[in-house]
């Protein structure tokens, strides 16, 4: 095999491979969520199915080199049909009812260890016909090879990220990865040719996976993943299958989930009808919608990481489309990250309100000392945070030390439990005494948060186990 084409093929299976591995995240977060966690398992995952590849390859490559190429040839026909059926494999593990951290480690093992291990299999093979076709420059072959690895994995990073999970999705993605791995099998000189029927029935398989495969979201980006559903009366939006917004299709009360109207209450008692509220975490952008609606004299302004999620409300929401439109002058929406939002604004709020999630989870970074100190520093008046937790859970009282730390009057109530054992925690800040509500969302009620330490930059929020 000449040089160059062993080269190549060293730097596209690595680029399918990283690809292959931020889709594994991505596609892992509707059913587990984002979070420290998930991603640590998917890539330790990942990486040990790369270590077993990478020393199972190289015992094939010492074999004759028929053998040894004939073997490349089965794994690669192989992996191109277990990558193709990743996201179809893990939505039967979940459907099956793997749940929690057990569940979302056994799923990640099952549905990307295999394609993994396949997918470095023949680089130790290519890396050795690469050293062989230069006699006398045997180092600097090795040092490209290495060099094509890293390159390679470099490119399917930025091209996972950048370009396929936002513009195509996961499903598709996955078949690339495959269409990519089969597509490798014409290149690969020597020795006996793979079986036709073999290669032919994996490319139909492909084809067939990203013809019919179910997409994991209606509406996808690089950040989201999101459903729209009407049931019950209501419109509702969910990121990663956690519900984010809901309005009634109706002539009801706009704010439908029970934890906007605790908020939307605590913003009627606790600012003035000229209020300047922040919200960091567009969701629905019901609760700045309910704001600037019903104060002529209100502003809001509103940060969402995802222009998607905007696009999705205005297609979906018609409530809050309408008062987008109808209120621009005093409804801003600003596609940022919300702590990157923290650190830059110069503006000034009389109030703030924390509801960023990242599936069923807060971001790590917008729950420290730190990222609540720029909030302080820009808020005049109360802070709201919602979280969603166990009761007293490690998250509530994380967040409330940061809130006891830095304001003198802290109150905490507590919706009701799911099966899951999680509820909204809502939490409320200020200078100065919250006068309690008359009324609070049915389930609701004060509840105690035991002191604990508070998260920080350095040692913040991992994620729900």
Not at 273 to 293: E, I, K, N, Q, W
Request: net charge neutral; hydrophobic share 50%.
């Amino acid at each position: 095999m000449k040089f160059w084409r062993a080269i190549g093929l060293i730097l596209v299976l690595s680029a399918v491979g990283l690809t292959y591995e931020i889709a594994a995240g991505r596609v892992l977060a509707p059913y587990y969520g984002t979070s420290l966690l998930t991603w640590t398992t998917v890539i330790a995952v990942v990486l040990a199915g790369f270590s077993l590849g990478s020393a199972w390859g190289g015992v094939i490559a010492d074999r004759p080199r028929a053998a040894a190429l004939s073997a490349v040839r089965v794994a690669l026909i192989a992996t191109a049909v277990l990558m193709a059926l990743s996201p179809a494999l893990l939505g039967f593990l979940h459907g099956s009812g793997a749940r929690g951290t057990g569940g979302m480690v056994l799923s990640t093992l099952v549905a990307f260890f295999p394609a993994s291990v396949g997918i470095t299999l023949p680089s130790p093979l290519l890396t050795k016909l690469a050293i062989e076709a230069r006699p006398g420059r045997e180092g600097a072959s090795l040092g490209l090879a290495l060099a094509a690895g890293s390159a390679g994995a470099i490119g399917g990073a930025v091209l996972a990220g950048f370009v396929a999970l936002p513009l195509v999705g996961s499903v598709a993605t996955f078949a690339g990865c495959a269409a990519l791995t089969l597509g490798c099998l014409p290149v690969l000189r020597g020795g006996a040719a793979a079986p036709p029927v073999a290669v032919i029935g994996a490319a139909g398989f492909i084809g067939l996976s990203a013809l019919v495969g179910t997409p994991v979201c209606d509406h996808e980006s690089g950040l989201s993943c999101l459903h729209v559903e009407r049931r019950g009366g209501e419109v509702r939006l969910f990121s990663d299958r956690t519900l984010q917004a809901a309005e009634p299709l109706d002539e009801g009360d706009d704010l439908a989930i029970a934890y906007t109207r605790w908020i939307g209450d605590r913003l009627e008692q606790d600012t003035g009808a000229d209020a300047r509220v922040l919200f960091v975490g567009g969701g629905g952008y019901t609760l700045p919608s309910r704001l600037v609606s019903d104060r002529p004299a209100a502003r809001a302004t509103a940060v969402e990481i995802d222009p998607l999620v905007t696009a999705v409300v205005r297609a979906n929401l018609p409530r809050a489309a309408a008062v987008m439109d109808a209120a621009a002058d005093r409804f801003e929406i600003v596609h940022a990250d919300g702590r990157v939002f923290l650190n830059e604004s110069a503006g000034r709020f009389d109030a703030a309100v924390m509801d960023a999630f990242s599936s069923a989870s807060v971001p790590a970074h917008l729950v420290t000392v730190e990222a609540f100190e720029r909030v302080r520093a820009i808020t005049d008046g109360p802070v709201y945070v919602n979280l969603i937790d166990r009761a007293d859970g490690p998250l509530a009282r994380g967040v409330h030390a940061i809130l006891t730390e830095l304001w003198p009057h802290v109150v905490a109530v507590q919706g009701p439990v799911s099966l899951r054992g999680r509820a909204n925690v809502l939490l409320a800040a200020s200078d100065r005494p919250l006068a309690p509500l008359a009324t609070l969302p049915e389930g609701y009620a004060p509840t105690r948060i035991t002191p604990a330490r508070a998260f920080t930059d350095d040692r913040g929020w991992v994620g729900h186990r």
